[in-house]
């Protein structure tokens, strides 16, 4: 991935920072740069992303992405297999 393409859409957060999606289902986080905690409602799960790597939100509700460093992440809308 070419990810000086993605540095205008990117999303900063300063350490200890929380970026909140209201509805996350099927989106995916790509961390850019620094690690991210995913949290979501009704999970138990603690999810780590560190750079390079992903996540693909998998249920309804809130998604809480909190930055464990200063980090750069994407958030990718699914792709609808329709068409």
Do not use: C
């Amino acid at each position: 991935m070419n990810t000086h393409d993605l540095r205008p859409a990117s999303i900063n957060l300063r350490k200890g920072a929380i970026h909140r999606l209201p509805n996350g289902r099927g989106q995916r986080i790509e961390s850019l740069s620094g690690s991210l905690w995913v949290t979501m409602d009704n999970d138990v799960r603690d999810i780590l992303v560190n750079p390079g790597e992903g996540f693909s939100i998998d249920r309804d509700g809130a998604a809480l992405i909190s930055a464990l460093d200063d980090s750069r992440f994407v958030v990718l809308e699914p792709i609808d297999t329709r068409y």
